[in-house]
């Protein structure tokens, strides 16, 4: 029996019941803050350090010890240690740490991390688990893709759909490219698409199969099918 090839695209949605914020909801994570002024270059050169202060902000609430992994990040970190991480690439959204805390090895963050930061001059990207302070240190940002920036390992992601038998979209709204679009390119290639979120997203109709509730009662229980 073959192995099938898995890709899975995670965003916000799966981390709302560890205790982080999803975008887009009422009280989520952009509500009191101007996306414009905090997740764009043109804004970190206006005011790097309100910037700063946002993502030390996320950072040390990431690290609060109340935020764990829950039962969805597990699920799948379970399906990699049976299919094995050549079978089984979690491409997220997500800056958190959750899918590593959890256990899963193959891992794309395309949007960046939230515990890590870069050097603006020799692009050398450098653990962190503490707050910024821009005026100790003026080439430090977050390693962080900002809106107008391009998602990291791209290459990599397009490849890895091109080959999927599965492609599971877990806890996203489908509002930001080019995640969104990532369903069409597996349909495309002949895969599976499956979508696990709370509600249906924006591109729900791609979908083909569609199992909606939260991601740490649906996703264990879809996973246990692949199992
Ligand atoms: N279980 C499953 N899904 C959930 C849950 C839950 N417990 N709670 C919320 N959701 C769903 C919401 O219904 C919504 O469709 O998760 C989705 C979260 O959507 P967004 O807040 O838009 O987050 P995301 O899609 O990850 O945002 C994409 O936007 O601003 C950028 O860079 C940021 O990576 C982020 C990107």
């Known amino acids: ?26 009280n989520g994570l952009w509500e009191g803050y101007d996306v414009n002024d905090v997740a764009t270059y043109e804004g970190y ?3 790097p350090t309100v910037v700063h202060d946002f993502y030390n902000m996320l950072r040390r609430k990431l690290q609060n010890p109340s935020v764990k992994p829950n039962a969805a990040h597990f699920a799948l970190a379970e399906l990699e240690q049976k ?19 959890a256990g899963s090895k ?11 930061v870069r050097n ?4 050398q990207i450098i653990d962190c688990f503490n707050d910024v302070n821009y005026q100790q240190n003026k080439l430090i940002r977050p390693h962080i893709v900002w809106f107008g920036e391009i998602p990291l390992q791209m290459e990599q992601i ?21 995640a969104a679009g990532f369903v069409q390119i597996a349909n495309q290639a002949g895969a599976k698409s499956i979508e696990l979120n709370l509600e249906p997203s924006l591109g729900e109709s791609l979908f083909q199969t569609k199992i909606y509730g939260p991601a ?3 996703v264990p229980k879809f996973i246990a099918t692949l199992i």
Not at 2 to 22: C, M, Q
Not at 88 to 96: A, E, H, R, Y
Not at 106 to 116: D, R, S, V, Y
């Open 83 to 101: 299919l094995g991480t050549d079978n089984v690439l979690i491409v997220t959204q997500n800056v958190d740490n959750l899918h590593e805390q």
């Open 1 to 26: 029996m073959t192995i099938p090839k898995i890709v899975i695209l995670t965003g916000a949605g799966i981390s709302a019941e560890s205790g982080l914020s999803t975008f887009r909801a009422q």
């Open 45 to 47: 050169i206006r005011n």
């Open 120 to 123: 603006e001059k020799t692009g």
């Open 216 to 218: 740490s009662k649906v």
């Open 106 to 116: 193959n891992i794309i963050h395309m949007h960046g991390e939230l515990l890590k």
């Open 158 to 178: 397009y490849d890895a759909l091109s080959q999927a038998d599965y492609f599971i979209s877990i806890g996203t709204s489908g509002n930001v490219y080019p």
